[in-house]
C-alpha cells in the first residue's frame, strides 16, 4: 500500500472505537483509507460506531497531525506494514481479528513463516529456566525463528536463548514500539532490533497497559506454526496464547511438571484437558511439524479463488502488471467490483498493488 494510503490507516487505527475489524469494515465500505479518515459522522454511524463514542472520535481525529505521525516513524526508523501489502506475515493474515497495521524495527523475512512460539510464566522455577535455555537454542538451531513477548521470565530466556544460537526472534510487544518494557530489557531490545525484529500493532507512545497483552497473545500464536508452553501457573498469560492458538487451528505443545508445582498447573491442566501435546524434548516438537509442507499449503492456500469473480481476476494475473482498467474491460465487471475484488484478494496475499492502480500475483 502506498504510503499516502498508509498515513490514514494509521489515523484511523489511534481513534477510540476502532480495532482490527472495523478498520477492515471501514475500508471495504469506503474503498479507499482517505474517504473512511474523512467520513462523515452519519457515515460512521452506518459502520457501527457507537453514539456514545463519536463525540471522541471526531474531536481526537481533528487533533491528529497524520504527516507529524508519520515523520516521527521516520525517525525512529519504524516500517509500517498493512495487511494488503505482500510482505505482511501470511500466517499472521490467516487469523481471525488480524492486525491491519504491523510497527516494525528490525526485519521480517520470509524464512519467519517458519516459526515457533516460545512463552511461560514471568516467575520460572530453575526447572522452567533450565528447559528453555535447553530447548530455544535447539529449536533455533532447526531453523526456526523463535516468536515471544519480551516480559520478563521464560519470554526474555527464549530471545535471549534464540540469538546466542545464531537464531532469528521476533518480539510480539503489547505496547508502543517506542516504549521499551520491561525496562531491563533495553539491551535485549536493541539485539532483537538487530538480528531479528520488534513488532506491535499498537501506536507510538501507547503505554503497557495490562489489557493490551491477551490481544498481543494472538499476535504471538498467529505468526507462528504453534506455541511451546514452558511452565506456567493456573492463570497464567501463556494460557491465553495457547487458547488463541487453539482457535487458529495451530499446535500447542506443554511441558509436564510435577503434580504437587505450583508453576505447571497451567501446562499439566492443558495436557489433562488435552488441548495441548505433552512434550520431553525438541525432537517431540520437530516430530509434530512438517515444516516444508506448512509453508506449501500456506502458499497454496492464498492463490485459490473464493469465487468466480476472483476466479476471473486471477486468471488474467501474472507476475506482469496488469493496470484496473484493463481488467475491467476482459472481465466485463463493473469498475466498483473489480476494486472490491482486488481488495479481498491482497487482504489474502494473492495479489498486490504495483504503482498506479495496476496488480500482480504476489506469488
Not at 142 to 163: E, F, K, M, P
Not at 297 to 311: C, F, M, R, S, T
Request: some cysteine; glycine content about 8%; overall charge negative.
Amino acid at each position: 500500500m502506498q504510503r499516502s494510503d498508509v498515513r490514514y490507516l494509521v489515523g484511523l487505527s489511534q481513534l477510540p472505537g476502532i480495532g482490527p475489524a472495523r478498520l477492515v469494515r471501514l475500508i471495504e465500505r469506503f474503498k479507499q483509507p482517505e474517504r473512511a479518515w474523512r467520513a462523515s459522522e452519519q457515515e460512521l454511524t452506518q459502520v457501527g460506531i457507537d453514539a456514545k463514542q463519536m463525540p471522541e472520535l471526531l474531536q481526537q481525529r481533528r487533533g491528529v497531525d497524520l504527516d507529524a505521525e508519520m515523520d516521527r516513524l521516520d525517525r525512529l526508523g519504524v516500517r509500517l506494514l498493512t495487511i494488503f501489502d505482500a510482505e505482511y506475515p501470511l500466517r499472521l493474515k490467516e487469523i481471525y481479528n488480524a492486525p491491519v497495521i504491523l510497527y516494525v524495527r528490525g526485519e521480517l523475512t520470509p524464512d519467519d513463516e517458519q516459526s515457533i512460539g516460545v512463552v511461560g510464566t514471568r516467575s520460572p522455577t530453575v526447572y522452567g529456566k533450565e528447559l528453555a535455555a535447553r530447548i530455544v537454542p535447539q529449536l533455533a538451531g532447526a531453523g526456526l525463528t523463535i516468536v515471544s513477548g519480551l516480559a520478563r521470565g521464560i519470554d526474555t530466556i527464549a530471545h535471549t536463548g534464540a540469538l546466542k544460537a545464531g537464531g532469528r526472534t521476533i518480539a510480539v510487544l503489547g505496547c508502543g514500539i517506542d516504549v521499551i518494557y520491561p525496562a531491563e530489557n533495553r539491551s535485549l531490545y536493541a539485539r532483537i532490533a538487530e538480528h531479528g525484529a520488534l513488532v506491535t500493532e499498537y501506536s507510538l507512545e501507547t503505554k503497557p497497559d495490562a489489557f493490551n497483552f491477551p490481544a498481543r497473545n494472538r499476535i504471538i500464536s498467529g505468526l507462528t506454526l504453534g506455541s511451546v508452553i514452558v511452565e506456567a501457573q493456573e492463570r497464567s498469560g501463556a494460557l491465553i496464547t495457547a487458547d488463541f492458538a487453539l482457535e487458529q487451528n495451530r499446535e500447542v505443545f506443554a511441558f509436564p511438571g510435577r503434580a504437587t508445582d505450583r508453576g505447571s498447573a497451567g501446562c499439566n491442566r492443558l495436557i489433562r484437558e488435552g488441548r495441548a501435546k505433552l512434550v520431553t524434548s525438541t525432537d517431540d516438537i520437530l516430530a509434530e511439524l512438517d515444516l516444508t509442507t506448512a509453508v506449501r499449503q500456506l502458499e497454496i492456500k492464498a492463490v485459490i479463488p473464493a469465487n468466480d469473480e476472483e476466479g476471473r481476476l486471477l486468471a488474467l494475473l501474472s507476475h506482469e502488471p496488469v493496470h484496473i482498467d484493463d481488467l475491467c474491460r476482459q472481465t466485463e465487471m463493473h469498475a466498483p467490483a473489480v476494486a472490491s475484488t482486488l481488495m479481498m484478494l491482497e487482504l489474502k496475499g494473492s495479489v498486490r498493488q504495483i504503482g498506479s492502480m495496476a496488480y500482480v500475483l504476489a506469488h
